[in-house]
């Protein structure tokens, strides 16, 4: 069975940074577009950032210039590098495995001073 683990959320003060991992096990990882989505309280859960096989990244315009998606196929793990954070960042941020449809449990993210 499939299975997504994230890792590295935590408290961040603004202009801070923080890095999330999500390692896929249970399926096949290179060949599956990947994405990062938050969810802020009382508010829908939206994308953040995808990733697709060749290592092409897209962003939502809220992180650009500030959020770098990358991945390692060897290792099944996608990265969500995020500098100079905001207090609008602040979210649960989940992991999504499009080939499978399939959610990670999320990790938080709290900025704040």
């Known amino acids: 069975q499939v299975q997504l683990v994230e890792s590295g959320g935590g408290l961040v003060q603004p202009g801070g940074s923080l890095r999330l991992s999500c390692t896929a096990s249970?399926?096949?990882?290179?060949?599956?577009?990947m994405g990062w989505y938050r969810q802020a309280p009382g508010k829908e859960r939206e994308l953040v950032a995808t990733?697709?096989?060749?290592?092409?990244?897209s962003y939502a315009e809220s992180v650009k210039g500030r959020f770098t998606i990358s991945r390692d196929n060897a290792k099944k793990t996608v990265y969500l590098q995020m500098n100079s954070l905001k207090a609008e960042d602040t979210a649960v941020y989940y992991c999504?495995?499009?080939?499978?449809?399939?959610w990670g449990q999320g990790t938080q993210v709290t900025v704040s001073s």
């Open positions: 249970g399926g096949t990882f290179s060949i599956s577009s």
């Open positions: 990733i697709v096989r060749d290592g092409s990244g």
């Open positions: 999504y495995w499009s080939l499978y449809d399939y």
